[in-house]
């Protein structure tokens, strides 16, 4: 298990750039599998989330080759197994998006049940709805999932939640049916129009509709080239570098990154009090006065990102007053809570009063149990006291770190493998901005 040491109270200064996004560069080497030529990433993050991805594209007959140090080539002239592996594939929340090129080259695919963070269940059964719809047969056993296909036929379908990674699987699958598909209510994420660019340029034919960016309309095509495509920068990484200088009362340039990508944050923090410089390429972000309060409700794009909260969790723990956070997206995603209280945060965990959870709520309502907390008081500002932490959450691994990094004194987080799964060298870069941090990897 390894383990972060944190001597906590630097203010962080300097610059730093952004990676690939965690959330396209592993769905990008999948779509890569959809065509039999070659395919050039760039901007490939060096995480542990692509390295599952790479092996489970490996077992399935594809070859990848490191040419520099974020830039890889996928090959796969012949799909030569249908069958995700079990155990790396429970490690991934997404693998049964290699359900994509699989149906598409060989008519079948069976993926392991979806693992990953713990957060809810994961809404497949819109997939399943979809599949049927394109006449994708689905057999769910207790470990894993059968799809098969004679022919993928055009449909238009109606998502009655937007579902990002579900809006990315039928993405690539519908590329190849015989006529037109039309997604309605699609999610709008950065990183599903990064895909489509990337399909595009191996021929595919997707759009957005001009009217209404909740639409894509996909023309099928019979087969799709290699090509080279750059991943978009992670965005999730913007806001933890910038939460990251703000809780610290410090300042920071943030390079390679696209302010259009986190625009609700951005204009979030402007609110609080921050300053805030947008470049073409870049972001300034500046503690220069004590922060205000807010409330905040997560959702889909281009609301709140949820998987920004935990980490924004941190840094409402130094405004003034009490702010609020409401979760729709996930039933139960408040678990680093617990981490900031054993720091000193006066939170309270509280259920909003609303009209119609069933539209209100992004989960479906089976996912949620009397137990879960859809929102959360944080009182400030609060001088963390430093502690001792083990975590099992990329998400709550990494909001941790940032309170550790807040409070003075020596903090020490086990389990910082869960960080690695979303985060290159997150210490290694936060100890550039002048953060005192000891990594020990085991």
């Given amino acids: 298990m390894s383990r972060y040491i944190i001597t906590g109270g630097n203010q962080l200064h300097g610059e730093v750039s952004i990676r690939g996004a965690k959330n396209a560069s592993y769905k990008q080497i999948i779509a890569a599998l959809l065509s039999d030529q070659t395919t050039q990433l ?11 991805t790479e092996s489970i594209a490996k077992s ?9 140090e974020h830039c890889l080539e996928i090959s796969a002239p012949k799909i030569t197994n249908s069958i995700v592996p079990v155990g790396t594939g429970e490690k991934s929340r997404t693998s049964f998006m290699f359900s994509a090129p699989l149906l598409v080259r060989t008519g079948s695919a069976i993926v392991p049940i979806p693992g990953g963070d713990k957060f809810g269940i994961r809404p497949l059964d819109r997939l399943f709805d979809w599949f049927k719809q394109m006449g994708i047969s689905t057999e769910i056993s207790e470990n894993q999932i059968k799809f098969n296909t004679d022919k993928i036929k055009p449909t ?8 990002h ?14 006529g037109q598909t039309i997604l309605d209510n699609a999610a709008q994420e950065p990183e599903i129009d ?5 399909l595009n340029s191996m021929g595919a034919k997707i759009i957005r509709n001009p009217q209404n960016q909740k639409q894509i309309i996909i023309d099928g095509v019979k087969s799709l080239n290699g090509t080279h495509h750059q991943v978009i ?10 939460c990251a200088a703000l809780a610290t009362k410090g300042s920071i340039n943030i390079l390679r990154s696209d302010p259009k990508t986190v625009q609700t944050f951005l204009d979030t923090i402007e609110k609080m009090g921050a300053k805030v410089v947008p470049g073409k390429d870049e972001i300034t972000v500046s503690w220069v006065q004590p922060l205000k309060n807010i409330d905040v409700t997560t959702g889909p794009e281009p609301e709140f990102m949820t998987d920004w909260q935990a980490i924004f969790s941190v840094l409402l723990t130094q405004t003034v007053g009490c702010s609020s956070i409401i979760e729709r997206v996930y039933p139960s995603r408040f678990q680093h809570i617990e981490n900031l209280k054993k720091m000193g945060v006066k939170a309270v965990l509280f259920n909003p009063e609303i009209d119609n959870s069933e539209t209100f709520y992004q989960f479906n309502p089976e996912s949620d149990r009397p137990e879960f907390f859809h929102g959360v008081k944080i009182y400030g500002p609060t001088k963390l006291k430093p502690a001792n932490f083990t975590i099992n959450d990329l998400r709550a691994g990494a909001s941790t770190t940032l309170a550790a990094l807040t409070a003075e004194g020596t903090s020490i987080i086990d389990g910082v493998e869960f960080i690695e799964r979303g985060y290159e060298k997150l210490a290694e ?9 000891e990594y020990i990897k085991t």
Avoid at 42 to 52: E, F, Q, R, W
Avoid at 156 to 163: I, L
Avoid at 429 to 437: D, E, P
């Fill in 60 to 68: 399935v007959g594809a070859t990848i080759e490191y040419c520099g």
């Fill in 429 to 437: 870069r936060l100890c550039y901005l002048g953060a005192n941090i």
């Fill in 194 to 198: 990064d895909l489509i660019l990337m």
């Fill in 233 to 242: 920068c992670d965005r999730n990484e913007i806001v933890t570098f910038a």
């Fill in 156 to 163: 238009h379908y109606t998502f009655n939640k937007p579902s």
């Fill in 165 to 178: 990674t579900v809006t990315e699987t039928i993405l690539m699958t519908a590329a190849f049916a015989d």
């Fill in 42 to 52: 760039t901007n490939v993050p060096k995480i542990s989330d692509v390295k599952i």
